[in-house]
Nanobody, 126 residues
Framework: QVQLVESGGGLVQAGGSLRLSCAAS????????MGWFRQAPGKEREFVAA????????YYADSVKGRFTISRDNGKNTVYLQMNSLKPEDTAVYYC???????????????????WGQGTQVTVSS
């Protein structure tokens, strides 16, 4: 069992930066693939980024590639999402997700993840 708690959301102007954190409980965190997803009002939950258990592979949605960076610190049981050059269209609730055995080809599929955090709001003003 893994519990996830996101933090770091807030209000920022377009072009600004935020760093989201996701703190995980459980001794097996280091073996989980971690993902970030987001959901804007009236829209479906969409993939943002994912990172494999040792950080060896990272994956990004085309919409955030080059602007967002996912990383993890297994010693701190934490995964991060550094968000730069933020745009108003990045406004959403951001969710952290974890899974112990997700296949590489499905890291962008939200229903493949077993564990979810409660979400943190990111609002980008124009």
């Amino acid at each position: 069992q893994v519990q996830l708690v996101e933090s770091g959301g807030g209000l920022v102007q377009a072009g600004g930066s935020l760093r989201l954190s996701c703190a995980a409980s459980g001794r097996t965190f280091s073996s989980y693939t971690m993902g970030w997803f987001r959901q804007a009002p009236g829209k479906e939950r969409e993939f943002v980024a994912a990172i494999t258990w040792n950080g060896g592979n990272t994956y990004y949605a085309d919409s955030v590639k080059g602007r967002f960076t996912i990383s993890r610190d297994n010693g701190k049981n934490t995964v991060y999402l550094q968000m730069n050059s933020l745009k108003p269209e990045d406004t959403a609730v951001y969710y952290c997700a974890a899974d112990p055995s997700i296949a590489t080809m499905t890291v962008a599929v939200y229903y493949e993840y077993d564990y979810w955090g409660q979400g943190t709001q990111v609002t980008v003003s124009s």
